[in-house]
């Protein structure tokens, strides 16, 4: 939802009863308030959408204000701590809207991705595992590759492939499970498959410090001086003072 429509759902949720009466105040009724929590709840998403965090907090407030626990409300809240720096009122505040709605799949998938972000990796596992027992979540592929991503951050690498290739058997246009894929089998020395995970990664997404040192890497298997220089020159011009440029200086 827009910020504009965000607004604009306010305004009628909160006025549309006075102009039958003004006396009527649609914060006295149930679906008043559910309405206006709503609307306050979607503005705060739009201003957080925008990089605005403060004026975010603004009607996620009031949105709390007429419910505590509304997860909703907590989960935006959340997210707003989390761009903030501000882990343990994030972590506060998905506790709260997981209290509300403790099966919902977006919600722990949002939450095992701070929790990944914090390196809290169990904990974050724990969540997704959870995400993915909704089996009509829409976003479920990437539930899967963030439970690949963590199993892999665990040492779990045999579980991390097969989550990795749940997702994709989900959602095949997933650049950063393609990758981790390519990663993997790169590793265990299974080179074709990895080359071929890598050419699908290269069609979907823009190309990081990870990936072109993997670039590197596979052209030089493949004996393609051609492709390993190119990739070579774009980390160094891209990303020169990376870990990976260094791995990469390391290895020539």
């Known amino acids: 939802m827009t910020l504009r429509v965000a607004l604009l759902l306010l305004f009628v949720s909160l006025s549309a009863g006075c102009v039958l009466s003004g006396d009527f105040n649609p914060l006295k009724t149930s679906k008043g308030r559910d309405e206006a929590r709503e609307a306050y709840v979607q503005l705060g998403l739009g201003y957080l959408q925008q990089g605005m965090t403060e004026r975010a907090k603004v009607p996620l407030k009031k949105a709390l204000e007429l419910d505590e626990s509304d997860a909703d409300a907590n989960a935006a809240l959340a997210l707003v701590f989390q761009a903030e720096m501000e882990p343990e009122l994030a972590d506060q505040h998905y506790r709260k809207a997981l209290a509300a709605r403790p099966s919902d799949a977006r919600i722990l998938n949002n939450y095992g991705s701070f929790l990944f972000e914090e390196k809290r990796y169990k904990d974050a596992y724990q969540r997704f595992e959870q995400a993915a027992a909704d089996t009509l979540y829409p976003e479920r592929s990437r539930v899967f590759e963030n439970l690949g991503m963590t199993a892999a951050m665990l040492g779990e690498r045999d579980l991390a492939r097969q989550h990795l290739e749940k997702a994709l058997r989900l959602n095949r246009q997933q650049p950063r499970a393609l990758l981790e894929m390519a ?70």
């Open 183 to 252: 990663e993997l089998s790169f590793e265990d020395r299974h080179y074709v498959p990895a080359r071929d995970y890598y050419d699908r990664f290269s069609l979907l997404s823009e190309q990081n410090a990870r990936s072109l040192l993997l670039g590197v890497r596979l052209a030089t298997v493949f004996e393609d001086r051609d492709k390993a220089a190119s990739y070579g020159l774009q980390l160094k011009r891209l990303y020169p003072g990376t870990p990976e440029y260094q791995q990469y200086l390391s290895e020539q």
